[in-house]
């Protein structure tokens, strides 16, 4: 098992340009979360899908934030036009979900920086 | 929505010496209580977690405790050691798996 591969590790921009980060969940998980994890913040839920399908993108601080998941074994997480305070460490995490919560595993993050 | 408060921020013990990290939750439909290790610049991983029909559980070294009346829960790590350091992260869950985490604990294991 590989487990949730994310794509880049790292990521520099220039404030105003596009960002997109890739997830891979693991395979047979049928849930999945994108959280940012900041110092002052925390770690925050961005969105999570179920079965390729958002059911909850409350999290998602603003427009310039979108993700998706076209298929069960891809998901991306775009940030249009980026600014600086979009600096952080961006995870991806999936699991099992069905009648009972089933362990959470994450991926190895990327980190964002935006200049 | 839930929420989940997390104390101490940071823990300072002398290693060989006990931890203890104390959750609170707001949510009393929360039924899944799991504790993370993220160690400096890697991901959370999955240490211990415990579900509402059981009041503790115990691994090696570390147990959670739950009381869902008073919708609180503990880490505890015994005979603590370097590589104990790291932030800790409780979180609660009532489903979906979306989990609501804490604010995390900086635990400092000095020889």
């Known amino acids: 098992d590989a487990g949730v591969i994310q794509s880049p590790r790292h990521e520099v921009t220039e404030m105003g340009q596009e960002v997109t980060l890739r997830c891979k969940p693991i395979?047979?998980?049928?849930?999945l979360f994108w959280y940012r994890q900041t110092m002052m913040r925390g770690l925050e839920l961005l969105i999570y899908?179920?079965?390729?399908?958002?059911?909850?993108d409350s999290g998602m601080p603003e427009d310039r934030f979108s993700a998706k998941m076209p298929n069960a074994s891809f998901s991306t997480l775009k940030i249009q036009p980026s600014e600086p305070r979009d600096s952080a460490v961006y995870f991806c995490?999936?699991?099992?979900?069905?009648?009972?919560?089933?362990?959470?595993?994450f991926g190895n993050g990327t980190r964002l920086t935006v200049t | 929505g839930e929420n989940v408060e997390q104390h101490p921020s940071t823990l300072s013990v002398q290693e060989g010496d006990s931890a203890v990290i104390k959750c609170t939750y707001s949510?009393?439909?929360?039924?899944?209580f799991p504790w993370y290790k993220q160690e400096l610049g890697k991901r959370p991983q999955l240490i211990i977690d415990?579900?509402?029909?059981?009041g503790e559980k115990k691994d090696q070294r570390i147990a959670v405790t739950l009381n869902k009346t008073a919708k609180h829960f503990s880490l505890h790590i015994t005979e603590t050691q370097p590589e104990d350091s790291a932030v800790y992260f409780c979180?609660?869950?009532?489903?979906?798996?979306?989990?609501?985490f804490g604010a995390g604990t900086q635990v400092v294991v000095t020889p």
């Open positions: 995490a999936s699991t099992r979900e069905g009648t009972t919560n089933s362990p959470l595993h």
């Open positions: 395979s047979g998980h049928n849930s």
């Open positions: 899908f179920n079965n390729n399908v958002p059911i909850d």
């Open positions: 949510d009393s439909a929360s039924n899944y």
């Open positions: 415990i579900r509402s029909n059981v």
């Open positions: 979180a609660a869950s009532s489903g979906w798996g979306k989990l609501q």
